[in-house]
Structure formats: structure tokens, C-alpha cells
């Protein structure tokens, strides 16, 4: 019998975290998964300031249905290769790594799988790293999966 599992994967519809999806996608060989892709928008602050609060939020949560639709076809697509997975998506606004983190406790995650985009160097140190964070600040094990570059 195998071990129930849920898992987180954050999806930003890069073919890394597309690629990170179909790697975890696979661990359903193993254990009996509940998988959550979840899109984090990341949230405006600066923009906020700048423009009308009110087109702010409409843009904001156009792009938010956006990406639960794109989320629901990803999840289709799993449930297709995989008969009888439980798959749930959702898109929020925030910070990404504290919205992962956020997310996996509210959720009771268990695991989260993430991918990494191999950044090093000086772009690593300006744009930083999701994955970095999430294995840092995560009350769950955490999963980096570096995917092949195609």
C-alpha cells in the first residue's frame, strides 16, 4: 500500500517548473499523492503607489483567473497521464516564498517540490532565489529540483 503524501508545487509556468510538475508527477509511483500547484502573482507594492488602487486590482486579479485557468489545464493534463489523482490549483498575490511557505502550512503540506532555474553568480545574487528562500523559511522538507536544460 502506499504512503499518502501532499505536495506542493509552485508553478510559474517557466518549462522549469513545468519540467519540476512532471518530475513530481512521477513520485505517484511511490506514494498515494495529493498534489496543490499553486501561481503566485507577485504583489505590486511599488506599483500600488504609482497608479489607481482600483485598475491595480482589477490587473491583478485578471491575471490571477489567468493563471488558475492555466493551472486547471496543467492539472488536467496530470489527471490525463494519471487516472485518479487528486490535483487542486490556486493563485494568490504576494511575496512567492512567503505565500509557499504560507500556503503549505495552511494546506498541511508534507512535501514541497520546487524547481530551480540554476542561476549562480551575479544574477543569482540580484534576482535571488524562490527555491533558496522556501528551502529556508519551509516547516516542511522541500524538494529543489534542478530540470534539464533542454
Not at 25 to 48: K, N, Q, R
Not at 79 to 106: M, N, W
Amino acid at each position: 500500500m502506499k504512503k499518502p503524501l501532499r505536495i506542493l508545487v509552485p508553478i510559474d509556468f517557466s518549462r522549469y517548473s513545468l519540467e519540476t510538475l512532471n518530475f513530481a508527477a512521477g513520485l505517484s509511483d511511490y506514494f498515494d499523492p495529493s498534489y496543490y500547484l499553486l501561481y503566485v502573482h507577485l504583489d505590486g507594492e511599488f506599483e500600488s503607489f504609482t497608479q489607481m488602487a482600483g485598475s491595480l486590482r482589477e490587473e491583478q486579479q485578471k491575471k490571477l483567473d489567468e493563471a488558475r485557468d492555466q493551472l486547471e489545464r496543467e492539472a488536467e493534463r496530470l489527471r490525463s497521464d494519471y487516472p485518479d489523482l487528486h490535483v487542486e490549483v490556486d493563485a494568490v498575490t504576494g511575496v512567492p516564498f512567503k505565500e509557499i511557505c504560507r500556503f503549505a502550512d495552511q494546506k498541511n503540506i508534507e512535501l514541497i517540490v520546487i524547481g530551480t532555474h540554476g542561476r549562480t553568480g551575479l544574477s543569482h545574487l540580484l534576482i535571488g532565489s524562490t527555491a533558496e528562500r522556501v528551502v529556508q523559511q519551509a516547516s516542511c522538507p522541500v524538494l529543489s529540483v534542478k530540470p534539464s536544460v533542454l
